[in-house]
């Protein structure tokens, strides 16, 4: 083992419905990604995205962080863990604060002070600000991009606040504590896996990503480079599997392995002739069955995860709605013919997503499951966790740091 705490490595861990999966991982001068261990476990506590069983989760996540140890022969305690689930909401918030000094022209305070009293504006009781991102600032001469020196009398800012369940996330931080680990780095897991498969052109032109796994689909909308929108549909993978077993009197076992090797999400793509066999239930008879009959399944409830995602786009605000393109992430999105469908529902081009700029361990996470803990190891190198967060004091800024750290030196 090398050393015990180095900041040359972090840790992404992944607490999904399906799966709990932790990735060690260390960036390359270069911008590249390597991974030097993955560990992968069936998520046995958890239930679209929120914990049930605490101590079948502990078990998960124990099991997936050594695995990913033994393989890369370290161990990290840089974690970042991400967070989704129905508890998740966001919003807008807008706030303005005066210049005291106006020809001294704005200064990192002023900033601060403006995004805190965003945030302070939309804070609700029992629930936890995840992330506040500035949006865009405005000055007495209209929108700026960057306020910093600008001389005005007022300075305002549109601030995007994503904000958690206080229970669930402590439910989530008391398990990762007792199985061992600590950390201060929570990150929707839609933002990390925009890290590990959106392009720059992508996030600055407008996209739609929609991170379907296996409890929940996870939607957010970047343009302008930075998120704009993130909700979650409490539908994924699992429904599937589930409208399959009931569709053809079969088990969700047999089901979920019939969808992985003979599934297609559009049955116009399957040939009439194609079929497989399968054991039903009850009288445990062997059957044939027509693939086609097998994807209008898997169409029909597709294509409610679409439509439920487009109902809820369309009911924001016409600023955070553009997108130009759809990207399909996650272990759904290995369905044969969804990107024609996504293609379809959406009208505009659509891609599944798969993690880009890998080395090391690249040909096993290569994979749309791994996005979003690929995405969290990428953030953990990135400069938003070595900068004071725009809505957070400097002062939980030093003091969050400097626990770090110290950390680093034990
Ligand atoms: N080859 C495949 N074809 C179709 N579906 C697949 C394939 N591989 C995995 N899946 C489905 O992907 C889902 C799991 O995806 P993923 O690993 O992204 O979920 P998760 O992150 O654990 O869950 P969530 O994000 O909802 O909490 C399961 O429903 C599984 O059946
Ligand atoms: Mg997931």
Known sequence: MKERINRKYVMGLDVGTTKVCAIIG???PDGSLSI?????????????????????????????????????????????????????????????????????????RDIVRVNERAKAL????????????????????????????????????????????????????????????????????????????????????GVLLLDIGGGTTDLAIFSRGHIRYSGVIPLGGDNITNDIAFGLKISPFDAENAKK???????????PEESFSVTQIVNNKKVTIKRQKMADIIEARMEEIF?????????ISVNEKSYAGLVITGGSSLIEGIAELGEKAFECPCRVGYPNNLKGMASVVSSPIYATGLGLVRHGFSDVLNQPPNGSSLYEWIKDNMIKFIGFFK
């Open 122 to 205: 939309a804070m609700p009781v029992d629930r936890e600000i995840l992330h506040s991102i500035p949006q865009e600032y405005s000055t007495d001469s209209g929108p700026v991009k960057n306020p910093m020196g600008q001389v005005t009398t007022k300075l305002e800012v549109n601030v995007h606040i994503v904000t958690a369940s206080v229970t669930s996330v402590q439910n989530l931080m008391k398990c990762i504590k007792q199985a061992g680990y600590n950390t201060n780095s929570i990150l929707l897991e839609s933002i990390a896996s925009s890290e590990s498969i959106l392009l720059p052109q992508e996030k600055e032109m």
């Open 307 to 315: 439509h439920l995602s487009k109902e809820r786009i369309n009911s």
């Open 36 to 108: 030097l261990g993955v560990g992968s476990t069936p998520s046995l506590g958890l239930k679209k995205g929120i914990v049930i069983d605490m101590d079948q989760t502990i078990e998960s996540i124990q099991k997936a962080i050594q695995k990913a140890v033994s393989v890369a022969g370290i161990e990290s305690h840089d974690l970042v863990v991400g967070i989704a689930g129905g508890h998740i909401q966001s919003h807008d918030s807008r706030a303005s604060v005066e210049i005291v000094n106006v020809t001294g022209g704005v200064r990192r």
């Open 26 to 28: 260390e960036q390359d």
């Open 261 to 271: 090797k003979y599934g297609c999400a559009m049955t116009n793509l399957v040939r």
